[in-house]
């Protein structure tokens, strides 16, 4: 089984917006990630996942760019996951909208987030995001 999903990197200032996912044991840092519904397109979904899932509004215009597509298998099934990068204007204070999922949104200093962030995949994700805002 195949689905598509959408990652936001959102930047403001010298700041990402972060959850922090719970996991059986402990939590992790990670972007906001869900699936692009049918019918939607990548802009769409990464618009309505973010704020379903942070409650902080991107638009188009806040949008740098999207990134390479990349793959997650996991058992039977393969998510291909379309990242995009969002760049705001005002810092919106983040809402934590499923309880059951996330413990934690927030702003945290891109140079901690290098530090703390466990997935490598999702490091490489902001360096190439820094690079487009340079």
Same mark, same amino acid.
Do not use: W
């Given at each position: 089984?195949?689905?598509k999903l959408v990652q936001i990197i959102?930047?403001?200032?010298?700041?990402?917006?972060?959850?922090?996912?719970?996991?059986?044991?402990?939590?992790?840092?990670?972007?906001?990630?869900?699936?692009?519904?049918?019918?939607?397109?990548?802009?769409?979904?990464?618009?309505?996942?973010?704020?379903?899932? $942070?409650?902080? /509004?991107?638009?188009? &215009?806040? #949008? =740098?760019?999207? @990134?390479?597509?990349?793959?997650?298998?996991? $058992?039977?099934? /393969?998510?291909?996951? &379309?990242? #995009? =990068?969002?760049? @705001?204007?005002?810092?919106?204070?983040?809402?934590?909208m499923d309880k059951d999922k996330i413990?934690?949104?927030?702003?945290?200093?891109?140079?901690?987030?290098?530090?703390?962030?466990?997935?490598?995949?999702?490091?490489?994700?902001?360096?190439?995001?820094?690079?487009?805002?340079?």
């Open positions: 089984m195949e689905i959102t930047i403001f200032e010298k700041e990402i917006l972060v959850i922090e996912e719970k996991t059986i044991n402990k939590t992790r840092i990670s972007f906001p990630i869900g699936e692009i519904k049918l019918g939607e397109n990548n802009l769409q979904s990464a618009i309505r996942v973010c704020y379903e899932t $942070t409650g902080v /509004i991107v638009t188009q &215009k806040d #949008l =740098v760019r999207e @990134l390479e597509e990349y793959s997650l298998s996991q $058992t039977d099934i /393969i998510a291909k996951v &379309k990242p #995009l =990068v969002f760049c @705001l204007h005002d810092k919106q204070k983040p809402e934590i413990a934690k949104i927030y702003y945290m200093k891109i140079s901690h987030f290098k530090e703390k962030c466990e997935i490598e995949n999702e490091k490489k994700l902001l360096e190439q995001s820094l690079n487009y805002l340079k």
